[in-house]
């Protein structure tokens, strides 16, 4: 390796890079788009439980729900009304109890309970309210109702220690603003291959890997560089930051071997971004797996920025240390060892 | 050390099926000037991507200033220079950077850049974004470009093509500064007019092999004819005749024009290499 070449070619790469306003936009513009997007977002959560009710004829149970702190229902006049706010996305759900609630009940029977839904509502508050209503009719019978249910416990069980949703959104933000920069380095190579600048580099007495390892250097330093400058404006490295560190520095080293596999993939500059955001989408799944939890499980261990999205989310949000994400890290270390040494195969191939 | 710059022996290269370069061999001496000559397709720039190692020869070898371009690849490449056909110029840096950038890939200690651009002819416009240069501008710093390292061999895949005889002349006339230097150039082209100008010897290649090579005198003694050409007035009006100047009785020939027509102007021909090439290929150089 010669340094005055890799420090030549680095340079040459910073100064395309800087004169070229499509990266500025996704990288510069991008970043403070996400410290945006991060500080926008509330960091309180809103734990009450809100829900809309018609009852002409309220249980008692169900007065003592509503004096119960972190539950806010409203009561509506008519049933109509109540459907009406339920369509309306003020509430998720409505419960409907009819007038002769309390006497069915009286008389061992099973009174008609209407719940109402909004069709965006997940399936999870259907079983919800179904658990809370027989609840409340336990309460007020003393027995329970005749039919089955299950318990299902959606994400991690964070009672009373909810994260705000800024703070889950940290770690997909970090790896977007990583993986953004597959976009960067694989249209800085399409360009240098498209405009046969590569292959005027290739006629000096530089080597391949010379090559490959300035714009190494340039994807790594601009991915790390944006992931540590957001992860420390939003206090990412508040707990066990060397672990975040590596974890992104590890990262950083994924997307730039994706990002000459991309490369190597791409005609040209078009192609490269069509690749480039179906693999950036791929990628970032694991992502939104930790901002909606239950939204994916384990068979996303098969996309390869799991363990950097697991890892980081695991040490900022959760407090968990190197124990824990060690097997993570290991994995992590090597899917970007195989996936760097695939995108300089093929990119090799690509520049003859 | 050799006196032979270049040394090619049973070049090959195929593309599949593909016969692209077929067992071709040759030799350029320090300070010559080999013109490749041939249509598109003919295996030129297969050639110069062998030669300058950026394709592994599939059989024979080259071997540069001494050194064999498929194993000692970067020993080599630090004395050539390569002037590619096609623009692949950082047109988003200036032409400064641009040259900054290969002296420091070559490792040239003390590179004078405006020096260097000076005598291409973009003096005053060193600080310019190369986007925002000519075709002609351009092709003048892709000329400096391949002579940052002041190489001993160089390159020249058309250097002049498509470009306004000004510009053609200033490349030219760079190409004969570097011969007298003792620079080894390697030039492909299109035009017959430069080749037989600035080339010692030409290389007709056709089909990946090469039909002839010799000096552009010898190609033309061998396969051209020269002939006196004069027009005369005739009844008709002004007439052609043409006398061959390769009988016994050329003299004969002429002394008999002149006292049996009466001629109005004449002039000797020979042929051009553009003759020669369809008399040895059977194509023409732009088909």
């Known amino acids: 390796m010669n340094l005055r070449v890799i420090r030549a070619l680095l340079k040459k790469d910073a100064a395309l890079f800087t004169s070229n306003r499509f990266y500025l936009l996704i990288t510069v513009i991008g970043i403070i788009f996400y410290i945006g997007v991060y500080f926008i977002l509330p960091a309180q959560l809103d734990e009450e439980f809100s829900l809309g009710m018609y009852a002409p004829v309220v249980p008692p149970a169900f007065t003592e729900l509503t004096e119960r702190e972190g539950v806010n229902i409203e009561y509506f006049n008519t049933e109509e009304l109540l459907r009406q706010a339920v369509l309306d996305g003020d509430y998720q759900t409505g419960i409907a109890l009819p007038l002769d609630i309390v006497d069915t009940w009286a008389s061992g029977g099973k009174p008609e309970i209407t719940v109402y839904y909004v069709s965006t509502a997940p399936p999870e508050v259907s079983s919800a309210i179904v658990l809370l209503v027989q609840e409340l009719a336990y309460n007020q019978t003393g027995q329970a109702l005749n039919f089955d249910t299950t318990e299902e416990i959606l994400g991690q069980d964070l009672l009373g220690n909810q994260i705000a949703l800024r703070d889950r959104m940290r770690p997909l933000l970090a790896i977007f603003i990583l993986l953004v920069e597959i976009l960067t380095l694989a249209s800085l190579i399409a360009i240098e291959i498209e405009q046969g600048t590569a292959r005027a580099l290739l006629v000096t007495p530089m080597r391949t890997s010379e090559l490959f390892m300035a714009k190494g250097l340039l994807g790594v330093g601009l991915a790390f560089g944006q992931a540590v400058l957001f992860m420390g404006l939003v206090g990412g490295f508040s707990h066990q930051p060397l672990i975040v560190f590596l974890a992104l520095l590890i990262g950083s080293v994924m997307v730039v071997g994706i990002g000459f596999l991309v490369a190597s993939l791409a005609r040209d500059v078009m192609a490269v971004t069509g690749w480039g955001m179906l693999i950036l989408i791929i990628l970032a799944v694991p992502g939104f797996g930790v901002v909606i939890p239950g939204l994916i499980s384990d068979w996303a261990r098969v996309i390869p920025s799991y363990y950097l999205t697991d890892t980081v989310n695991r040490v900022i949000n959760y407090g968990v240390g190197w124990g824990d994400v060690g097997p993570n890290l290991g994995i992590l270390t090597g899917i970007s060892a195989l996936v760097i040494w695939a995108g300089m195969v093929t990119l090799r191939r690509r520049y003859r | ?287």
């Open chain 2, 1 to 287: 050390m050799t006196d032979k710059s270049i040394i090619v022996e049973n070049l090959t290269y195929n593309y599949g099926t593909l016969v692209a370069v077929d067992h071709i061999s040759f030799e350029m001496g320090t300070g010559e000037i080999l013109g490749f000559l041939g249509p598109n397709g003919a295996g030129k720039t297969t050639t110069v991507k062998m030669l300058t190692g950026q394709l592994l020869p599939q059989d024979g070898r080259a071997i540069l200033l001494g050194k064999d371009i498929a194993r000692e690849t970067q020993a080599a490449r630090k004395h050539i220079g390569v002037c590619f056909e096609q623009t692949n110029l950082y047109e988003q840096m200036t032409a400064l950077d641009n040259l900054q950038l290969f002296a420091e890939l070559f490792g040239v200690k003390e590179f004078d850049g405006y020096a260097l651009l000076k005598r291409v002819g973009l003096e005053g416009r060193e600080r310019d974004k190369v986007s925002n240069y000519s075709k002609g501008m351009k092709q003048r710093l892709m000329v400096a470009r391949s002579l940052v390292n002041r190489p001993e061999i160089i390159f020249m895949d058309e250097p002049t093509a498509g470009l306004d005889p000004v510009s053609s002349e200033a490349i030219g006339n760079i190409i004969l500064e570097e011969r007298d230097r003792g620079a080894t150039i390697f030039l492909t082209t299109h035009d017959m007019w430069e080749a037989d100008k600035l080339c010692h010897r030409v290389a007709f290649v056709e089909q990946g092999k090469i039909a002839a090579i010799d000096t552009p005198r010898n190609l033309k003694q061998l396969y051209g004819k020269r002939s006196l050409i004069a027009e005369v007035m005739s009844g008709a009006g002004l007439e052609k005749r043409e006398i061959s100047m390769d009988t016994p009785d050329t003299a004969r020939s002429v002394e008999k024009l002149f006292e049996k027509e009466k001629v109005v102007t004449i002039h000797s021909e020979e042929a051009t290499l553009e003759d020669i090439f369809i008399k040895v290929t059977g194509r023409r150089l732009t088909e």
